[in-house]
């Protein structure tokens, strides 16, 4: 059976070495083949910065900027799947209304679909 192995992460900032290494150690211990990082708090996100917390080549990330000093999304990956990676809105019933959306938008897609938030992760 095969086992997916991810990792999210509300990092609260990613700019310092320290948090680069600390990701870096789980992604190669764990053998991560998903990183979700959320509260980046960074505009932009380059190939060094992909480099410095996967340990391979950096060809399968995006991300979302920050918006000032807040947000901001990293998502890399090595495998084929459909993914979400998510702020949810603080409103429980938009929140929920997101969720559903999406839960019908993902099971309507062939192949595995992972959502991740800040709230929960889970895969559908």
């Not at 290494?21 to 932009?44: G, H, M, W």
């Not at 410095?52 to 979302?64: G, H, M, R, T, V």
């Not at 603080?90 to 993902?106: G, H, I, Q, Y």
Request: proline content about 2%; glycine content about 4%.
């Amino acid at each position: 059976m095969y086992t997916l192995k991810l990792l999210s992460w509300n990092i609260r900032g990613i700019g310092k070495v320290e948090k680069h290494r600390a990701i870096k150690k789980l992604v190669v211990s764990n053998d991560v083949e998903i990183l979700f990082i959320q509260d980046s708090k960074l505009e932009t996100v380059d190939v060094k910065l992909v480099k410095a917390i996967w340990n391979k080549a950096a060809d399968n990330f995006l991300f979302s900027p920050a918006r000032g000093l807040s947000g901001g999304m990293v998502t890399r990956w090595k495998i084929k799947c459909n993914f979400v990676n998510l702020y949810a809105p603080s409103d429980a019933s938009d929140r929920k209304a997101v969720f559903l959306e999406l839960a019908n938008l993902m099971n309507a897609t062939e192949g595995i679909s992972i959502m991740s938030s800040l709230l929960k992760s889970w895969m559908i």
